[in-house]
């Protein structure tokens, strides 16, 4: 995850102070005191979803590492349902999770949620994604990622273009 453009959260020594300072008024400190929890409990959900995106991201990749390697042909069915369960959370947190979030992979920038597919009984069995469940697998792809398919759009070209419009 890329955080150097995200500012640190932390809570004000200043209204520390006044917690502790025995001048400060009972309403001012049940206030601040109030405050700071509130502020704590965002501090620790922003870690947890971060965690969560981490965790989640970790499992796409060990699962699609054929996919990051060799491109669409090895992609693989990836139910939201599994990952859940592996990383031991609700699949509406691993949706959430994913949901607007862009991965940069040596395919090109990916949205996380292309990932999650049902498979298919195909001919190549029940390991195809049921939208790769044919010869015509990456136009088919291209064309949901891309809009028309072009034989000379490379799959980073058309994740950049589709990433930065």
Not at 24 to 39: G, H, L, P, W
Not at 84 to 111: D, F, M, W
Not at 139 to 160: A, E, I
């Amino acid at each position: 995850m890329n955080e150097e453009d995200l500012p640190s959260l932390r809570l004000s020594s200043r209204y520390r102070r006044m917690l502790t300072a025995q001048n400060t008024d009972k309403e001012v400190k049940d206030y601040v005191k109030e405050r700071f929890r509130s502020a704590m409990q965002l501090m620790r959900n922003i870690a947890q979803r971060k965690s969560t995106i981490l965790r989640t991201c970790e499992v796409i990749v060990r699962r699609q590492r054929d996919f990051l390697d060799r491109g669409v042909e090895a992609l693989r069915p990836m139910m939201i349902k599994e990952v859940a369960e592996e990383i031991g959370v609700h699949p509406s947190t691993v949706s959430r999770a994913v949901a607007n979030k862009y991965a940069h992979t040596p395919q090109g920038v990916i949205e996380l949620r292309f990932f999650f597919s049902e498979g298919s009984n195909g001919p190549e069995g029940a390991d195809t994604p049921s939208s790769c469940s044919s010869a015509r697998c990456v136009s088919s792809l291209k064309k949901k990622m891309c809009g028309t398919p072009s034989p000379t759009t490379s799959w980073p070209q058309c994740y950049r273009r589709r990433a930065f419009n």
